[in-house]
């Protein structure tokens, strides 16, 4: 199994986006052939190094995650978060 974790910090003009965007990310689920679960909030501790959303997305494979990366449901909402992003950080890793 391979664990795709991605913390995003918002534009400053687009905080008030993070549920939004957790919505969009947990709208993958089951609708993304190799992506078991799908797990995405928005930060409550507001500190000086918190980012403001993370996701966690388990997926069977390697494989599926290069799948994932360019799969019709994801694409759509990885080109809307590049829009309210300021920085994102990630990391994949396998269990």
Do not use: N, Q, W
Not at 4 to 17: G, I, N, R, S, W
Not at 64 to 79: C, Q, R, T, W
């Amino acid at each position: 199994m391979v664990k795709h974790v991605v913390m995003y910090k918002l534009k400053e003009e687009a905080k008030d986006k993070a549920d939004e965007l957790v919505g969009k990310f947990m709208s993958m689920r089951c609708r993304i052939e190799g992506l078991i679960d799908v797990c995405a909030g928005k930060d409550f501790k507001k500190e000086g190094r918190s980012y403001d959303v993370a996701l966690i997305a388990t997926l069977e494979s390697p494989e599926a995650l290069e799948k994932y990366a360019v799969h019709p449901v994801h694409l759509p909402i990885l080109a809307y978060a590049k829009t309210i992003v300021e920085k994102s950080h990630s990391v994949d890793f396998t269990e």
